[in-house]
């Protein structure tokens, strides 16, 4: 069993499909174990992104990433990480696969309706980001 990390960015949530995220999540069996809504600040944000700082798009994705509310949730399920990047689909959406959540929701490069953890190293950092130990169903 592996755990990853899920947000619902402000587009997301902004546009209504919160219920059609967490569809996909319980279709494709990747169980909620812990789950909050709430809005970032820009230091939270640039912590979170912090890989990221020396890129162009740096400010305008943190600036993003605080604009409004977001949904941080834990999945756990078998090859959960690459699992639900599979979900996801591509960072761009134009180059996404059919009937992934990017390709089907998302509008620009940035506004890519969620993040998911990259590898089991960035997973925890950011499992541990937002929640402790308490907050995570066991
Ligand atoms: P992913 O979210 O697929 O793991 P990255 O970690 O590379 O993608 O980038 C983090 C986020 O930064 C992306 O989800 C997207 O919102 C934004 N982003 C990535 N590349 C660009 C870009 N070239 N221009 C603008 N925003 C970008
Ligand atoms: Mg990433």
Redesign the pocket.
């Known amino acids: 069993m592996e755990r990853t990390l899920s947000i619902i960015?402000p587009d997301g949530v902004a546009r209504g499909i919160i219920g059609e995220v967490i569809k996909r999540l319980e279709i494709n069996h990747l169980k909620i174990v812990a789950m909050k809504m709430m809005k970032m600040d820009t230091a939270q944000a640039q912590g979170f992104?912090s890989?990221?700082k020396e890129?162009?798009?740096f400010d305008?994705?943190t600036h993003?990433?605080t604009s409004g509310p977001v949904v941080v949730m834990v999945l756990e399920g078998e090859n959960a990480i690459t699992k639900y990047?599979e979900i996801?689909g591509?960072?761009?959406y134009r180059e996404a696969a059919e009937g992934t959540i990017?390709k089907d929701f998302a509008t620009?490069?940035?506004?890519?309706v969620?993040?998911?953890s990259?590898s089991p190293e960035t997973a925890a950092f950011e499992i541990g980001y937002f929640f402790n130990r308490f907050e995570l169903i066991v």
Do not use: Q
């Open positions: 960015k992104y890989v990221h890129r162009p798009f305008s994705l993003f990433m990047r996801m591509a960072t761009d990017r620009d490069i940035e506004k890519n969620v993040h998911g990259d």
